[in-house]
C-alpha cells in the first residue's frame, strides 16, 4: 500500500469539496474553475491509475458515464406530499385563521421561501453518505435516480453527522442561464428543445445516461427534513432551524427563506419576491408558507394530498396577447369535446405557445371568442395554457363561432345533457375515443406503462395492433411488425415497455378502476373504492345503495358506475384482462400483514389529537395497513374514534361535544 499516493488522493479530495460546498451552496468561490478543472484531472488520474482507492464520496463519481436500463420504483417512507395552493391575499389570511384556529393562538410565527420551479427530490444517507435518491412520483412510489443525482454538485455526497438515517429534500432546478447554454446546444444540433427550465430539469434527471446529466450542471435547494426522530434528536423545534441545520451539513438553501411573525409581514414580503421574480438566477413559480413551529405539524395534520401546515402562493399568471388563427375541436376518452384555439405562436412563461383550450362551446359563447381576434392567454398553474377572452379594442373582421353538432373523427351526433354544458361523442367505438381510453389505461396514475407514448399508441392504432386496452398485454405477438414500422421502437426499448406492461399486472386494484376510464372516478376516489370492495367482482356486484353508502360517493357516481358494469362491453373487456393474468383485488400497503377484520377499529372514522413517541403520519399508516381504517383530520359527527395523545386541543374539545370515543392507549402496537 503507497501511503503516499492514499494521502494526495485524500488531499484533492477534500480539496474538491470544499471549493463545491463553496460554488455551489454559498456561492462564493475561492478558486478559479481552471485550478478545480485542474485539480479534479489530478483526481482522475490518480484513481485511473490506482482503481482500488476510488470511493463512493470522490467528487470523480460526479462525471457520470454510468447507462441503465430503467429507474427503480421506491416506496417512500414519508409520504411526499404536494401544497395547496392561494392565490390572493385572502387566502392567506384565511389560511392565517386556520391556523390559530386549530392551534388555539393569537399569532403564529410563518417560515417563508421561494417556491423553486424543477423537480421534488428526497435524498437518504446512511451513516453519513448519499445511498439513495428519489423524485416525488406519486407521492408514495418515487423513482430511484441515485446514479444521476451523484453528478449534482450542490448535492453533498457525505454528510458530517452521527444521523445513521438521514432524510433530505429540496427542489433540483436548472438556472436560466444553463437552460438557454443547453438549447442553444440542442437548436444547433437540429434537436427538439426544452420547453422551459422544469421541463428541462425534469428530463435530466430522468436520462438513463448519467454523463448527460452532468454536462447539464443541475443545482439543488434543500428545504425539509421529513423525520421526526431527526428533528428530535438535534433539537430542532422549527422549520427555520431546519434550514440552518441543512446549511451546516453543506446543503445549498434559498438565501431568501426568512421567518415572519405575523401574517400581514408574510404578505408583504410575499409581494417584495414577486417583484424580485425577473431578477433572480433560477425559476420560481411562488412562494411557500410554513408554519415555523414544527411541533405542532401533527396537530395541523394533513388531507390526503396536502399537508395543512404549509401552504403555496402561486403567482398572478403572465397574460400575453396573440391572435386567434382558428378554432378546433377534440374529442376525450369520455367523448367529451373540447375546443383547441390555434395561436400566432407568442413566448409565455418560458416556452412558445401555438395553443391553447377553450373548454367546451359555452364558453367560447359566453366569452363571445372570435375567430381572428386578438386574445389574451395565460397558462393555468404555469402549466397549461388557456385563453382567457377577446382584446375587444382590438377586434377588427372577425368570424363568429359556431359549435360542431358531430363528432370531428366518427361523425356520430353529438349529445349534451340538460345539466352540462359539455357535449359528447357517445360512440363507444369512435377512433379518437379508443386511443385517449388507451392513452389514459397507461398514464402513470392509471397502470403506469412508462415508454408507451401518445404518439406510438396512437401509431400502433393506426397500425390496428392496439384497438382495446386488451391489447396492450398482447403487444409481444406484434413484436416483428412494430420493429418494421416507423415507431423507434428497437429491441431493447421494446423490451423497457414489455417489462413495464407485465409488471402492471401486479398493481393494486384501485389502479386499475382508475385506468378503466369510469366518469367521475378519479384517482383518490378509485382508491377508496378499492379499499371498501376489495375485490372487482365485489364492486362489479353493488348496488346503488351499497355505493352511496361509501364516503364520497354521491348518487351521480354511484349510478356511473353501476352503468359501467352493465355494459356488456365492458363487462368483456374485464373478462379478458382477468383471462391475461390483471390483478383484480385491492393489495395493502403494508408489509404483508393482514387486516385485523375482527378488531372494532376496521374500517371505521379515526381522528388523532395530540403528540406521541411516533409521528401522526407514521400511526395513519399504520391504522390503514393494520384495521383499513380511514384515517381524517377532522372531528365530525361521523368520526367513530379519537386517539388522544399529549395537548390534545380542539379537537378533544369537540370530541367530547359530540360524544365521541376516546382513545388513549396506542391501538397500533
Same mark, same amino acid.
Given at each position: 500500500?503507497?501511503? #503516499?499516493? @492514499?494521502?494526495?488522493?485524500?488531499? $484533492? &479530495?477534500?480539496? %474538491?469539496?470544499?471549493?463545491?460546498? /463553496? +460554488? ?97 427530490? #428526497?435524498? @437518504?444517507?446512511?451513516?453519513?453518505? $448519499? &445511498?439513495?435518491? %428519489?423524485?416525488?412520483?406519486?407521492? /408514495? +412510489? ?528
Amino acid at each position: 500500500m503507497d501511503n #503516499s499516493i @492514499i494521502k494526495r488522493i485524500d488531499i $484533492l &479530495k477534500q480539496k %474538491l469539496k470544499q471549493w463545491e460546498y /463553496e +460554488y455551489y451552496a454559498l456561492s462564493s468561490p475561492t478558486v478559479t474553475d481552471v485550478e478545480y478543472d485542474l485539480t479534479l484531472k489530478e483526481l482522475l488520474t490518480l484513481e485511473k491509475k490506482y482503481p482500488q482507492y476510488v470511493t463512493d464520496d470522490s467528487p470523480s463519481q460526479r462525471v457520470g458515464g454510468f447507462v441503465i436500463d430503467d429507474f427503480k420504483k421506491i416506496k417512500h417512507q414519508f409520504p411526499m406530499l404536494s401544497l395547496s395552493n392561494a392565490f390572493s391575499h385572502e387566502e392567506l389570511e384565511k389560511f392565517d385563521l386556520d391556523i390559530k384556529k386549530n392551534c388555539d393562538a393569537s399569532n403564529v410565527e410563518y417560515c417563508v421561501e421561494p417556491k423553486i420551479d424543477g423537480l421534488s427530490i #428526497s435524498l @437518504i444517507y446512511i451513516e453519513g453518505k $448519499l &445511498k439513495t435518491a %428519489l423524485t416525488r412520483g406519486d407521492g /408514495e +412510489y418515487g423513482e430511484d435516480v441515485t446514479v444521476n443525482a451523484k453528478t449534482i454538485r450542490s448535492i453533498p455526497l457525505t454528510v458530517s453527522t452521527n444521523i445513521s438515517r438521514l432524510e433530505v429534500r429540496g427542489e433540483i432546478y436548472l438556472s436560466f442561464d444553463e437552460f438557454n447554454r443547453i438549447n442553444q446546444h440542442l437548436a444547433a444540433q437540429n434537436l427538439n428543445l426544452f420547453a422551459n427550465p422544469r421541463n428541462a430539469a425534469s428530463g435530466s434527471m430522468r436520462n438513463l445516461d448519467s454523463s448527460i446529466t452532468a454536462q447539464r450542471r443541475l443545482q439543488m435547494i434543500a428545504y425539509y427534513l421529513p423525520d421526526d426522530s431527526v428533528l428530535r434528536s438535534q433539537n430542532i423545534h422549527t422549520q427555520y432551524e431546519a434550514i440552518q441545520f441543512l446549511k451546516q451539513l453543506g446543503f445549498k438553501t434559498a438565501s431568501q427563506s426568512k421567518k415572519i411573525m405575523d401574517i400581514k409581514e408574510v404578505i408583504k414580503y410575499v409581494d417584495i419576491i414577486s417583484q424580485q421574480r425577473d431578477h433572480l438566477s433560477f425559476p420560481i413559480d411562488g412562494i411557500v408558507i410554513k408554519e415555523n413551529d414544527m411541533n405542532l405539524y401533527d396537530n395541523l395534520g394533513s388531507t390526503s394530498k396536502f399537508p395543512k401546515w404549509a401552504i403555496a402562493y402561486k403567482f398572478p399568471p403572465i397574460i400575453v396577447q396573440t391572435k386567434l388563427l382558428d378554432i378546433y375541436p377534440t374529442v376525450g376518452r369520455t367523448g367529451r369535446i373540447t375546443y383547441v384555439g390555434k395561436l400566432t405562436p407568442v413566448k409565455l412563461a418560458g416556452s412558445i405557445v401555438s395553443s391553447a383550450t377553450l373548454h367546451n362551446a359555452q364558453y367560447i359563447l359566453d366569452n363571445d371568442i372570435r375567430i381572428q381576434d386578438v386574445v389574451k392567454v395565460f397558462k393555468a398553474g404555469d402549466i397549461i395554457p388557456k385563453i382567457m377572452g377577446p382584446v375587444l379594442e382590438k377586434r377588427a373582421e372577425t368570424t363568429s363561432f359556431k359549435p360542431i353538432t358531430h363528432c370531428p373523427v366518427c361523425g356520430s351526433l353529438l349529445e349534451k345533457q340538460i345539466s352540462e354544458v359539455d357535449q359528447y361523442c357517445t360512440n363507444t367505438s369512435c377512433p379518437a375515443r379508443i386511443v385517449q381510453s388507451l392513452i389514459h389505461f397507461c398514464s402513470k396514475k392509471a397502470m403506469n406503462i412508462e415508454d408507451l407514448s401518445e404518439k406510438n399508441i396512437q401509431k400502433l392504432y393506426d397500425l390496428g395492433i392496439l384497438h382495446s386496452i386488451s391489447d396492450i398485454y398482447k403487444i409481444d405477438t406484434h413484436k416483428d411488425r412494430i420493429f418494421q414500422a416507423d415507431l423507434k421502437i428497437k429491441s431493447k426499448s421494446f423490451s423497457n415497455i414489455w417489462n413495464n406492461i407485465i409488471q402492471s399486472k401486479q398493481n393494486s386494484l384501485e389502479k386499475l378502476i382508475f385506468a378503466l376510464g369510469i366518469r367521475h372516478v378519479g384517482e383518490i376516489l378509485s382508491k377508496t373504492i378499492a379499499k371498501k370492495f376489495q375485490t372487482m367482482n365485489k364492486l362489479m356486484m353493488a348496488n346503488l345503495v351499497e355505493l352511496t353508502n361509501v364516503n364520497d360517493i354521491g348518487e351521480t357516481v354511484a349510478i356511473s358506475i353501476v352503468n359501467y358494469f352493465h355494459n356488456p362491453k365492458n363487462l368483456d373487456l374485464l373478462k379478458q384482462l382477468k383471462v391475461l393474468g390483471i390483478n383484480m383485488d385491492y393489495l395493502s400497503s403494508n408489509t404483508g400483514a393482514a387486516i385485523n377484520r375482527n378488531s372494532p377499529y376496521y374500517q371505521r372514522n379515526i381522528v388523532i389529537t395530540g403528540s406521541f413517541t411516533i409521528s401522526r403520519q407514521q400511526i395513519k399508516q399504520i391504522l390503514e395497513n393494520k384495521f383499513d381504517a380511514k384515517v381524517t383530520d377532522s372531528i365530525t359527527k361521523n368520526t367513530d374514534y379519537l386517539i388522544v395523545g399529549k395537548n390534545g386541543g380542539n379537537k378533544l374539545t369537540k370530541a367530547n361535544e359530540l360524544g365521541i370515543k376516546l382513545i388513549h392507549e396506542e391501538i397500533w402496537k
